[in-house]
């Protein structure tokens, strides 16, 4: 029986009920937005035959962002957004998660009266869907104490704050460079096996998926700066072709085992990742000469480097102060980039070896945290290592949060949220790197969030903070949680 009110509307079988939220069914004003969110009915209706549980979460929520250029402002970010979780028991020892995002992002981009016509209205205002995890549990899965998960999932290993160098089986979801804790879920096969006071962990993952990357006007910051041309060439044009690993379970696949548990009130633990990195990095760079006066195009091609990944990590407390630590050391195969180079006696190739597997490298994090008397939360991290760095281009990086809530918590004020880093510490007046993020949020009542913040950045010289320092913005977030 469907069920008609103001909130949305709710669906009742047999004793059982579901409720449609009205804020899901805002996403609904085009077609297919519609046709997604009757295929979600229609699934619940199916499942609640067979299953014995189900349960639905998700959440609601707008972002806005505002650029404040001295010159020009301008909107940089526009998005509505709806989650929806679905979770299931149908048995003892299954489980069910599917986690799926509806989405609107992005600008009108209107170029004719054709665009306008568009049933799909994209056009208008882009959208898109997106499963970010579904997958199934089997636990006592031929043995009592193993578990096991197929499907898509997202897989975090590590202790420390966002940044996890020990975890490189998701790859990062890279489009909003200030989430950069996002994780993009992959198939995998996982499987647990639970012997006191340690767990084993063997993960499988037969498809290689790489990270996703932000904008353009952002992506350079993430890769590097644009590749110099020779002295006398001026880019017309230039093309890239990014190569993904072959399709093949000695090429694409990867594997990663962990072995964790706790001694003394202390979590720790080792683990192991034979697979690939995330990011591409320049295979290929060719310069094709177009005229005498030195007008040239620019073809690069970019593809992974495999790497093994030897970690660990520790949590615990010391006197009521939360403590962590993550370590990595990456071991990378040899990756040589090729060089292209018009001369008057034809093209010129040279080598360049930016990865070697002599050359190993060691990421890690220390934090700590602790909330005084009063209620104020201090949260402090060292990193070394971003995680878009390798080799010798590892920078040192520190970041603190102070936290103060108010009202019984309706009102919570960051008055300090700070990521610094020292690029060069021969001459750290002229390499530094400073981001600044206060943020206020309000809560008036219970799962609804209203949060107002800034990004401001500064520095000198070559570092990730330094070359967003023209990228000033406020932003706006409100959220529903259902």
Known sequence: MLNFNR???????????????RFTLYAARCAKCAKFL?????????ISRAFAQVNIGGYVETINRYWISPDSGKWTWNEVRTEVNLEATPGDNLHFYSEVRLRALGFPNITSITDLQRREKDKAFPWSLMVRETYLDIYGFIYPNIDLRAGKQIIAWGTADKINPTSNLSSYDLEDFFEFGEKIGVNALRVNFTLEPVTLEADFIPVFTPST???PEWTNIMLGEDIPLPTGMHLVNKSDTVKLPERKLNKSAEAAFKISGTLWNWDFSLSYFYGYDGLPLGERVEIIPLDTLGNVNLKIITSYPRIQVIGGDFAGSVKGIGVWGEGALYIPEDFIMTRVIPSPYGPVMEMDTL???????????LGADYTFKNGMYFNIQYVRGFLHERGD???DYFIARVEKKFFNDELKIVPVGIAAT???????????GVAYLPEISYSPYDNVEVRLGAHILDGKGRNVFSNMKERDEVFLRVKLSF
């Open 7 to 21: 909130a949305g509307f709710s669906v009742q079988r047999e004793g059982e009920f579901y409720e449609i939220n």
């Open 38 to 46: 009757l295929w979600i009915l229609l699934s619940i209706l199916l």
């Open 213 to 215: 990357l932000p904008p």
């Open 355 to 365: 990865l070697k597997n002599k050359s190993p490298y060691f990421k890690f994090v």
């Open 393 to 395: 281009s590892l920078k």
């Open 422 to 432: 020292i690029s060069d510490w021969d001459n750290p007046r002229e390499n530094y």
